[in-house]
């Protein structure tokens, strides 16, 4: 248990909700949840019901909350219309991180989930590659741009009135409590379009369960601001 005060955006979502129990289990006593939607109910976090891109809803969350860590995960499912993604990933996204740093903000560390998709251009193929990897001319869709939008903007942030931050890029997602992966299998296998392949089948995607990606949420938050240089990281990519 710390003396943080976690406040976790979309932790009513897939992924928000492990990150939401995962600081419960670990005994963090200050645990709250800003979603547009209330899917759970837990009598010791409290919940914020509102809309990412309106400046009342955020600031109304953050002032009660108090909030010292934010984590940020939500957004727009994958295979939506633009504007829907513009609206919360980008004019949401720059809503939180302008009230995160109004005078009267007690949080200190932002933690923003991005996605493996904001460096590909889904044209070449991208292996052994780190952080380093620049974003590519054309991005996959409105989602991925969209994406690349929001983390440029809390990269950016770092550093502004002492706030820290950092983005994480899960790629893949599976686990209990998936809202889309599932869900698309089983539409494939209802429409019938199992017998068709497409290419020699040699292709390798990255998957990572849920509950990894919830925990490197939780140490993100936890070491953002200590230093260390690349160098110093075990298996560095030359
Ligand atoms: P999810 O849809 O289950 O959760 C997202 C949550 O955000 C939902 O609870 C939703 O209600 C909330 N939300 C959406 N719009 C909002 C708004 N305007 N204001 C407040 N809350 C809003 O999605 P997920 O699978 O848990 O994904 C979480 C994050 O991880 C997303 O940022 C996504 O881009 C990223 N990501 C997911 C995957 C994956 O495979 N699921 C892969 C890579 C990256």
């Keep these: 248990m710390s003396a943080e005060s976690y406040l976790v ?3 009513c979502g897939f992924l928000g909700r492990h ?3 995962q600081l419960l289990a670990r005994g963090e006593a200050q645990v709250s949840v800003f979603d547009i939607v209330q899917r759970h109910f837990d009598s010791n976090v409290t919940f914020f019901i509102g809309d990412l891109s309106k400046p009342e809803d955020v600031q109304n969350a953050l002032q009660k909350s108090q909030a010292t860590v934010v984590i940020h995960t939500a957004s727009p499912a994958h295979g939506l219309g633009r504007a829907i993604y513009e609206k ?3 004019v949401g996204t720059r809503t939180l991180l302008e009230a995160c740093v109004e005078p009267s903000s007690t949080v200190k ?8 998709g904001v460096v590909y251009s889904g044209k070449e193929d991208i292996t052994n590659v780190d952080e380093r990897v620049p974003y590519p001319e054309v991005l996959l869709d409105a ?3 969209t994406k690349v939008g ?4 809390v990269l950016e942030y770092n550093g502004k ?3 820290l931050t950092c983005a994480i890029r899960p790629a893949g997602i599976f686990g209990p409590g998936d809202r889309q992966m599932i869900s698309g299998f089983y539409e494939v296998i209802k429409n019938n379009q199992t017998k068709w392949q497409v290419g020699y089948n040699t292709n390798l995607g990255d998957f990572t369960y849920v509950g990894n990606v919830a925990h490197a949420h939780l140490l993100a938050a936890d070491k953002l601001g200590s230093s260390y240089h690349y160098s ?3 298996d560095p990519i030359s």
């Design 109 to 116: 560390k932002v933690v923003y989930t991005s996605s493996g």
């Design 143 to 145: 989602y991925n741009e």
């Design 88 to 90: 919360v990933n980008v």
């Design 19 to 21: 990150i939401v129990q």
């Design 232 to 234: 110093e990281l075990r």
């Design 9 to 11: 955006i979309g932790g």
């Design 150 to 153: 929001a983390e440029k903007m």
């Design 161 to 163: 009135n002492d706030l």
